[in-house]
């Protein structure tokens, strides 16, 4: 059996150590910082914690995941191989001769539960032994399993913020206009699941309307004069605009 040491406590080790949980892979320790979210998931998988990284146990694989600025001073203390799980460090920032990443591209929060077995697992080695380990291990909890070199995870990830974080900002923006006008935010829930969807099976281009797309000049002036009091969503409306009339 695969021992692996989970370096970090957070959402993404949470959801790794649930999808590992009664698999052929064993969760040997648990390390966090923080003694609240080390016990917490500790005693969910039922492992062992550390809270000091002179205690880390080792083992076949240590998992760093853990906040991009902390990854060089923890993976100084793990001597035995490791991968680290972010989408923007390049693999370089572990030293040894058996290191790599381990990056899953989804969004994660402990108190919501998704479905591992759907999220594309990108990764990158330095070592062949290495890399069948990781491979291994991703492949027992996704489909979707593909090797990227740490320039191409860089603009994966400028991608997955401009798809996931901006968008999740329009909807903020969407229910601020909303809450202001005393209109109910559901409204839009259809709206934004159906547009969602669409770019599960078609090109993003294909997919676009709306008044700029249209060229629905009088339409965009009275969306201009409604927002002429505020300022932030005036300048984003407008910036977009012209983006989407210039790929028309």
Not at 56 to 77: F, T, Y
Not at 143 to 155: A, E, T
Request: hydrophobic content about 35%.
């Amino acid at each position: 059996m695969t021992k692996i040491t989970m370096i970090g406590a957070g959402n993404l080790a949470t959801h790794i150590c649930r999808a590992l949980s009664g698999s052929k892979y064993e969760i040997v320790q648990i390390y966090s910082r923080t003694k609240q979210s080390a016990l917490q998931l500790a005693e969910e998988i039922n492992a062992p914690y550390t809270t000091d990284v002179r205690n880390i146990k080792p083992s076949d694989l240590a998992i760093i995941a853990v906040n991009d600025d902390s990854i060089s001073e923890v993976e100084k203390h793990v001597t035995f191989p490791k991968v680290h799980t972010s989408g923007t460090q390049p693999m370089s920032v572990l030293k040894g001769d058996k290191v790599g990443v381990f990056y899953p591209l989804q969004t994660f929060n402990k108190n919501l539960e998704v479905d591992f077995n759907s999220i594309p697992i990108c990764l990158e080695t330095n070592n062949s032994e290495l890399n069948h380990i990781v491979t291994s291990i991703a492949q027992a909890i996704s489909k979707k399993v593909i090797h990227l070199n740490s320039k191409q995870r860089k603009h994966l990830h400028l991608a997955a913020v401009m798809a996931c974080n901006f968008s999740n900002l329009m909807y903020q923006f969407s229910q601020e206009i909303c809450v202001k006008e005393n209109i109910p935010f559901d409204i839009l829930r259809p709206l934004i699941l159906v547009t969602a969807n669409k770019v599960q099976t078609n090109e993003p281009k294909m997919t676009q309307t709306g008044p700029a797309k249209r060229g629905d000049l009088d339409t965009i002036k009275e969306h201009i004069m409604l927002l002429e009091n505020e300022k932030e969503k005036l300048n984003i409306y407008q910036l977009l605009t012209e983006s989407i009339k210039s790929r028309s």
